[in-house]
């Protein structure tokens, strides 16, 4: 049974890339969308929000308008969101793409009741184009939705297991916390959010689970209450 019936997934774009770091890698695309079929299965109520840095990141345009690059991002979560509903509904599992920017050839435009009643209904909602603003990170997109749509968890999937004291790729000595609390991860400094989103998860009680996604069955595992990465809380 799982543990969780209405969740975020938060997915970077880096992890879509796979091991090829640019683009969208298939079989990795595959593999996170079995496991998100497997979770819809049983019952677990799926929005997902998905980054761009697999095509572009704001920091990309070093002499650019800011507005202009984080617009540029937002287009690149676009494509990684048609990319899993394609992969999503030839699994089937009926999906709906909403964007914070409206192109309505493409997808719908965000609106939380109609969110909320895919949801209701067993669709997968994909929520792209972060808030629609610049500035703002898909990062706090995640925690923005979570709110809106009263997820009870957001699932942080990225390609570290967790979240360390210090950056593990660099220090091999860096420690794993099991669970920590959100201003512990203000005030140190880590990684996990920027701190956008993790006061605002803190200040609506929305804990977030962050897990690696280099075995994408730890959807499945923390969807269902397994111990597994860190809990921010």
């Known amino acids: 049974m799982p543990k969780y019936k209405r969740v975020i997934i938060k997915i970077s774009g880096e992890a879509l890339a796979g091991d090829k770091g640019f683009g969208l890698d298939e079989g990795t695309i595959n593999a996170i969308t079995d496991e998100i079929k497997k979770c819809t299965d049983i019952g677990v109520q799926i929005g997902i929000v998905c980054g761009g840095g697999n095509f572009w990141r704001g920091r990309m345009g070093q002499n650019m308008d800011r507005t202009r690059a984080d617009h540029m991002g937002m287009l690149a979560t676009v494509i990684n969101a048609l990319a899993l ?58 925690a923005l939705r979570a ?44 990684g996990v959010m920027d701190s956008t989103a993790t006061s605002l998860c803190m200040d609506n009680n929305i804990p977030i689970l962050v897990f690696g996604l280099d075995h994408p069955e730890n959807i499945t595992k923390a969807i269902r209450g397994e111990t597994i990465g860190t809990i921010v809380r």
């Open 85 to 142: 509903q394609d992969a999503l509904e030839q699994r089937g599992v009926p999906t709906r793409v909403q964007t914070a920017v409206e192109m309505r050839a493409m997808a719908e435009p965000y609106i939380r009741g109609r969110a909320i009643r895919h949801l209701e209904k067993s669709r997968v909602v994909i929520f792209a184009c972060g808030t629609g603003n610049p500035y703002f990170t898909t990062d706090t997109a995640a």
């Open 147 to 190: 709110a809106e749509i009263d997820a009870d968890v957001i699932l942080l999937a990225k390609k570290v297991d967790g979240v360390y004291d210090s950056d593990p790729n660099i220090n091999s000595q860096a420690a794993k916390f099991d669970s920590i609390n959100y201003l512990d991860v203000i005030n140190r400094g880590l």
